[in-house]
């Protein structure tokens, strides 16, 4: 069909004519243009150039609001004085059908384009951005974006700024939006291209816009962004109240409107995991949060228990052991939302937005723990098949954080009670140094450490003072520090010196090591410091295995850290153990701790040497006093700090004499220490005291060797002791009816509250207690 066209246009540039060809070609009829300007027709003005030589193309604008390129000739009528009085204008296609088609291809595109002018004004639209918008071609037609878009709830603001950078820089643009489920477009992501449309001159006459939903991708990444945003949040600490409420933290508002986490009792304890009941269950709240503030409000409130019926989503998952996912026209759901409403009728407006909801067991290690569920209501979508896949694998991630958060729990309780039973709980009687002790485990990841401390009462009113750690954490450390602080124990009871303590219990180190681990004999990495303080000399003696050495504050206030050899660690084995002697004036303090209590300082003691002389009222003030300045806020390992501070005996309550290796001198040296009784005001054990002491010196000087000594103390008890050069330790025997002796040491075990031996420099000490009369 020849759509050539033909118009008539005065000098003036009027439409004065218009064929039927030219209504073919674009769709006016002569009616509706003739008396008009030409110029309406231009969705430009014409280049000076093509005005100028009759001839070019240009972009007219179809009665539908399509732009149609025509090849437009024109030629003048001239009037009587030879100047031309109007033009005859012939139109055809550019190119023949081609603009047709090209026109057909954009009105039927699936993708949604249109094109706007430089203010943003609709100058086309396809079918399919028209039917997405909802409207009619005729309502859209030179109407500006903004005012589009405002009837539409939709926000135009991405959309117009690159609507109008494109006008501006001449350059296309792309980028991607999303609209919400509020909008009335629906919840969809987009992909925006836009280009300039450049006119005869080059210049920017138009902006086409084109753009696919990619809905489907968008919700890949989303899903994709929220993994590997819960790879990161869930699980940052083994805490199982913290870790559900890191999971709800990730599922809203990004996935959900609503969520929560409710746990089985027993995962908040330490029992062993339970079987799932049949009917009713009962799940503890732990974590919960909403999109919008008070919307729903909380009816089961942190911490209380609920009960879910049988055919609730959460009893379901819990009981089938797979996602349950529901929404409103289930018989199941609407059961449980009526039910709901009964018991907390304030949430029925939520419930009755509630467009699905999907609950996910908590599994781990094949134990089912709780629940965790996530809510949307409308408008929002609701859940689909993905994001069932999704829920499942977000709550995967969060059960095993939950279960090894439970598991560190058990055993940190286990390792904690262990550690209880091990340390003193209350230390026992002595008068040689008024002590105060403080032990803090860690809150770390590790778990509990290896950290112990110990007071031991010895002979002759001296006090063990012990502090060691053992490397590691958890059970098998606690059971370690339980094994050395019983051989301490044992080796103390022995009354062995420091170094030689020391040196047995590293002995006993590399044995435990070889039990434990076979034929390699592994370091343990315990430490050790023991410590003896005799109040009579006022003389501190210790060594140290690998331990910190002890800080010291005498009485006018100075501080220092006591000079020792530091030895080996326990269990490296083959190395000595130097003892350092340390006179101390009474009430000096001095401070055993572990390492746990510097670990933020680099082991910088001048912050222990300053909190030491702070003021305090009493030594147990002194301990929180220090454990305050000094402690890392956050200690990664366990704290162990002893405060003694020392007391001394007078001259006054210690008597000494020197004997002569003569069995004559016996009578006189029982003489003096009852004399000695008197003064004391101890007549009343005068008589047993008389029988040990002739018992012990007799023995000495019968079996020992020179130089023979008795000491009476006068302290807590009385003590007796009797010391020679010989270093053969006495033992009790049975004597048979008709032996002559044998039955010393015996007697004196039925007289005295206790009785033993103890090694000394120059040969052993054998010394026996009586309680003091009341008073």
Known sequence: MDVSAVAALDADGTLTGWSEGARRLTGYPAAEVVGRPARDLLVHAAPPGAVAALSGVALIRHRDGSTLALSLRGCPLLGADGTPAGYTVTAAPENGPTPVLAGETFQQASLSMSVHDTRQRYLRINDTARRMLGMPEDDLIGRPLPEVMAEIDADATGFLSHLRQVTRTGRPQRYETYT???????????????????????????????????????????????????????????????????????????????????????????????????????????????????????????????????????????????????????PDFDRWMRVRNELAPANRAFRDRVSSTIAV???????????????????????????????????????????????????????????????????????????????????????????????????????????????????????????????????????LSPDELLTHLDDLVGHLAADDYGDEVAELGATCLYAVYDPVSRRLTLATAGHPAPALVLPDGTTRIVPVSAGPPLGVGGLPFEATEVVLPEGSVVALYTDGLLEDRDHDTTELCRALTAPADSLEALCDGVIRAVRPEEPGDDVALLLARTRALGSDQVATWDVQPDPANVAAIRQAATERLAAWGLDEIAFITELVVSELVTNAIRYGAPPVQLRLIRDSALICEVSDGSSTSPHLRRAHAFDEGGRGLLLVAQLTERWGSRQTGIGKTIWAEQPLPPR
């Open 180 to 330: 919400p489920a509020s909008c009335r477009l629906g919840e969809f992501a987009w992909t925006i291209e836009m280009w300039p449309v450049r006119d005869l001159s080059g210049e920017v006459a138009a902006v086409a816009v084109a753009g696919f939903e990619s809905t489907e991708q968008h919700r890949a990444q989303e899903r994709l962004a929220l993994l590997n945003e819960a790879a990161a949040a869930i699980g940052t600490s083994l805490d199982v109240v913290r870790t559900a409420e890191e999971l709800v933290g990730v599922l809203v508002p990004r996935f959900a409107d609503f969520a929560s986490v409710d746990l089985l009792d027993w995962v908040l304890g330490t029992d062993e995991p339970l079987a799932v009941p049949a009917e009713d269950i009962v799940l503890r709240r732990i974590a919960h949060r909403p999109a919008a503030e008070g919307f729903p409000r909380i009816s089961v409130r942190l911490g209380d228990t609920d009960v879910y019926p049988p055919y609730s989503a959460p009893a379901r998952a819990l009981r089938e052991g797979q996602p349950v996912l529901t929404g409103p026209g289930d």
């Open 361 to 495: 067991p908590l599994r781990a290690r094949g134990t089912t723990m709780g629940i965790a569920t996530a809510m949307r209501i409308a408008p929002r979508r609701p859940f689909a098949a993905d994001d069932v896949v999704l829920a499942e694998e977000l709550a995967s991630r969060a059960a095993v954080c939950i279960d090894n958060a439970r598991r560190f729990a058990r055993e940190r309780s286990t390792a904690l009670a262990l550690q209880h039973s091990l340390l003193p709980r209350g230390l026992p009687g002595q008068s040689a140094v008024e002590v105060a002790h403080r032990y803090l485990p860690s809150g770390s990841a590790a778990g509990i450490g290896g950290d112990w401390f110990d007071v031991i009462p010895l002979s002759g009113s001296r006090v063990a003072l012990v502090v060691g750690d053992v490397v590691g954490h958890g059970i098998p450390s606690t059971a370690t520090m339980g094994r050395l602080c019983t051989a301490v124990r044992t080796l103390a009871d022995v009354d």
